[in-house]
């Protein structure tokens, strides 16, 4: 009993001076109350405090951290959205003051969950409430910058910062979303029409492009050998003409009577005609008579050239 007695005073030391150190985690503060007043703030490594008066009020976080939210907004054509988000927040700073706020604004973490949860919710509902139910979707960004500028402010007088906050999913009511479906299907529709008019009316345009070219080359092709025909005949007759000239020439300085060759060429020209006939039929008048009223009219051709 009196080798109790005599250590206890030692015990009781030992039990003052390690209560007098103090752990505090990285990533967190220790925030130190003097008999429930507010003392000081430890930051990470071993500290000291003072035993019994002084005490750990509260672990203060500075790590990022995050939470889900799931809420529903009403559009101002009165449309129900549904939103799924994750709000991701961090302390602002860690000075002295900042620290205090967090540590003294609410009573507890479940009390600051609730009113940031509250809060943002509000600012999102605000914002879809001045929009209609066809923007929402395209709205993503804004609605995330105009949540931010309007909540900043706000969690600064609690000590915090909004570093992100991610609308995840987006939905509307089934029969809107069905309503939306029927919409999206009929424009699809539309644009397909209109994108086959298009090109119906292209392809007809091209055909009838290539039709006109067609008829245009065509006609002038047919110009051109009318016109090469024409030349042909025209240099075929002159040919024959200065040929029975000369010959009739010949002839008159041979004191030859013209008919020979009048009548060689009848002959040769009827010779022709059955050779290069190809099946033609043509009808002649072989008798003598005929001959020589073709003799004549030979004769007469003759004159007029000269």
């Known amino acids: 009993m009196n080798n109790i007695i005599i250590y206890l005073p030692f015990v009781l030391i030992a039990i003052v001076v390690f209560s007098s150190f103090l752990s ?60 799924k988000s994750m709000l991701l927040y961090s302390v602002m700073d860690e000075q002295e003051e900042t620290i205090k706020k967090v540590a003294f604004k609410f009573i ?27 923007e929402i979707l395209g709205l993503r ?24 906050l991610q609308i995840n999913d987006i939905t ?3 029969a809107i979303i069905e309503s939306m479906s029927k919409v999206v299907a009929s424009n699809n529709l539309k644009a397909a029409a209109e ?17 006109g070219n067609a008829i245009k080359i ?10 090469l025909r024409g030349q042909g005949v025209a240099l075929f007759r002159q ?21 020979v060759i009048l009548f060689s060429m009848w002959t040769e020209a009827i010779k022709n005609f ?14 003598a008579e005929g001959m020589q009223r073709t003799m004549k009219q030979i004769q007469s051709m003759l004159t007029k050239e000269k």
């Open 24 to 83: 505090v985690t990285q990533g967190s503060i220790a925030v130190i109350t003097l008999f429930g007043k507010y003392r000081r703030v430890l930051h990470p490594g071993l500290r000291m405090k003072i035993p019994i008066f002084e005490k750990v009020y509260k672990h203060i976080s500075v790590q990022n951290q995050s939470i889900e939210m799931e809420f529903q907004a009403v559009t101002i054509d009165q449309a129900n959205v549904y939103f």
């Open 172 to 174: 509307f009511d089934q």
């Open 108 to 134: 507890s973490q479940k009390d600051l969950m609730q009113a940031l949860i509250r809060t943002i919710e509000g600012s999102i509902r605000a914002y879809v409430a001045s929009q209609k139910q066809s």
């Open 274 to 287: 059955a050779e290069y006939g190809k099946g033609n039929t043509i009808f002649l008048d072989g008798s």
């Open 239 to 259: 040919e024959v003409a200065k040929g029975m000239s000369e010959a009739a020439e010949q002839m008159q300085q041979a004191n030859l009577d013209t008919n």
């Open 141 to 164: 960004n804004e609605l995330v910058d105009s949540v931010k500028n309007q909540i900043d402010h706000t969690l600064e007088t609690w000590g915090y910062h909004l570093l992100d």
């Open 195 to 211: 994108n086959e008019g298009q090109a119906l009316l292209i392809t007809k345009t091209k055909a009838a492009e290539a039709d």
């Open 218 to 227: 065509a006609a002038l092709a047919e110009k051109e050998a009318a016109m």
